[in-house]
Structure formats: structure tokens, C-alpha cells
């Protein structure tokens, strides 16, 4: 079952999915899309992004395993954002 969740936009927008797509790709993740929609995956989630004016709607279509929490899911792809944030 899909599960959505927001996180902040960052100022620079095409510079922080920049970053993104180099990080997942490093861990065999892909980034497909523009500053407005699209496609990330990696370790076995797969999900969507839509960015509105102040945030970024994230959507998990599929996990690995269907007991993996969603917070920790989620817990994880804020922990990329701020990440990126302070490289």
C-alpha cells in the first residue's frame, strides 16, 4: 500500500535533485524526472515526487519487504534531504 509524507523545498531545487541523482545513482538508485515530478528508486523502494510551492510530496509505491516500518522509510529519505542540505 502506498503511503505519502511532505518534506520542506529546499531553496535551490535543481541543484538539490542534482545532488540526489548523483548519491542514488553511487548506490544504484535512479532519479528520473524534472523540478516538478518524478521517479526515484533504490534498495528496493520505489516511489514518485511532486513539488509544490513550499514542499515536496513524496509517495512510496513499493518496499522491499512489507514489514519494513513507513516511518523508517520516510525517516531515511529526510535524512538524504538534510544531507544534501549541509554538503
Known amino acids: ?10 531553496n535551490d531545487i535543481n541543484a ?6 548523483e ?3 553511487k548506490h544504484k538508485g535512479t532519479l528520473s524526472g524534472d523540478d ?3 521517479y526515484i528508486s533504490s534498495d528496493g523502494v520505489e516511489g514518485s ?5 513550499d514542499s515536496i510530496e513524496i509517495t512510496i509505491h513499493k ?5 519494513i ?4 522509510i520516510e525517516k531515511e529519505i ?4 538534510n544531507k544534501i542540505k549541509t554538503d
Do not use: C, D, Q
Open 16 to 21: 538539490t535533485f542534482k545532488k540526489l541523482k
Open 69 to 72: 516500518p513507513n516511518r523508517t
Open 49 to 53: 515526487y511532486i513539488v509544490g510551492t
Open 78 to 81: 529526510r535524512w538524504l534531504f
Open 36 to 38: 516538478s515530478r518524478g
Open 1 to 10: 500500500m502506498a503511503f505519502s509524507f511532505h518534506i520542506e523545498k529546499p
Open 23 to 25: 548519491k542514488l545513482e
Open 63 to 67: 518496499k522491499p519487504l512489507p514489514i
